[in-house]
């Protein structure tokens, strides 16, 4: 599978590999004061530690940090709210599941591009 790497690439859920950090754009409903429904994107950027299953009932975990907290979601690859994925950076990683990141205190080399 071959990806884009250049900044804010689109990518298809299919290709995303532990080691890419990812903008992933969501779409929220939510009520306003009025009781109308509104709908906006809210970005969730973050690391991928891993991904599961195949493209039909598969899942990719994110890990992110936000104000000195970890914060990880799980998306399933396809998952209506999904309105992008951008591809940020991508690290280099021997590893298919990447756990260890959670108390990791060394940087990551990123791939050449």
């Known amino acids: 599978m071959a990806v884009k790497s250049t900044e804010g690439a689109s990518i ?5 590999r532990p080691g890419m950090v990812v903008r992933i754009h969501q779409k ?4 306003n004061a009025k009781g109308e429904e509104k ?3 809210q970005i969730f950027e973050g690391m991928i530690l891993s991904v599961r299953g195949n493209q039909e009932t598969g899942t990719f975990t994110v890990r992110k940090i936000s104000d000195g907290v970890g914060v990880e979601r799980i998306f399933p690859f396809l998952m209506p709210g999904i309105a992008k994925i951008e591809l940020v950076r991508e690290h280099k990683v021997r590893r298919a599941k990447l756990y260890y990141l959670k108390n990791y205190q060394k940087k990551m080399k990123e791939v050449k591009k």
């Open 39 to 41: 709908e906006r994107i």
């Open 12 to 16: 298809s859920p299919q290709a995303l």
């Open 28 to 31: 929220i409903k939510e009520l």
